[in-house]
Every structure is written in C-alpha cells, then in structure tokens.
Nanobody, 121 residues
Framework: QVELVESGGGLVQSGGSLGLSCAAS????????MEWFRQPPGEMVASITE????FYADSVKDRFTISRSSAKDTVYLQMNSLKPEDTATYYC??????????????????WGQGTQVTVSP
C-alpha cells in the first residue's frame, strides 16, 4: 500500500511560478512510475519513470518540470510561466510494479488528495 500527501499549489498571477510536491509512504520500493494529472480537463500533465525518463503533455512542455527525490519517495512539479488555462486541481499518481501487484494483490495505482492551482489573468 502507498499513501500520498500533496502540498503546494495556491493562487498565482499569469506568468508566475508554483511548485507542487507529493510525498509517498509505504511500499515505495515497488513504485515504477509517478505522474501528475489535472482536472479539468482530465489530462496527464507529466510523468517520470523509475529510470527517470520523463514525458510532458504538449500543453505544458517547456514550462513544467517533473522530478523526484533521490530517495524516490517524493515527486515534484515545478510550474513556470503559468497561464489561466493551467487552473485546475492537480493530482499525483503512482503505479506499482506488475510483479509486486500480482504477488500481493494490492491496488496497482494510488492517487493523492489533490491540490488546487489557480492562475489569475
């Protein structure tokens, strides 16, 4: 099992910056992927794999940066050049290894509680 606690977010003016973090606890050694989603519109914003490969949605490319701690228990999202259309609730998500899930039958995906980001014009 994994528990996720998000922090960061808030209100910022257009063009400003914010940082989000998501701390994981529990069976973190079996985490293979960490992602940030936002709602609306219900899209994956960025992801990072266990080998530190990253992926970004076109809408945030070159503005957002995903990273994680050396202990691999915290994922970050640095958001620069924010736009009003970035306003959303941001959720972190982690995925566990398939072999571990098959062996233990725990859920394969876990979500944070969400944190609000509001960008004013």
């Amino acid at each position: 099992q994994v528990e996720l606690v998000e922090s960061g977010g808030g209100l910022v003016q257009s063009g400003g910056s914010l940082g989000l973090s998501c701390a994981a606890s529990g069976t973190i050694e079996h985490i293979v992927g960490m992602e940030w989603f936002r709602q609306p519109p219900g899209e994956m914003v960025a992801s990072i794999t266990e080998d530190n490969s990253t992926f970004y949605a076109d809408s945030v490319k070159d503005r957002f940066t995903i990273s994680r701690s050396s202990a691999k228990d915290t994922v970050y999202l640095q958001m620069n050049s924010l736009k009003p259309e970035d306003t959303a609730t941001y959720y972190c998500k982690v995925s566990l290894s398939r072999l571990y899930v098959q062996r233990t039958r725990v859920p394969s995906v876990y979500w944070g509680q969400g944190t609000q980001v509001t960008v004013s014009p």
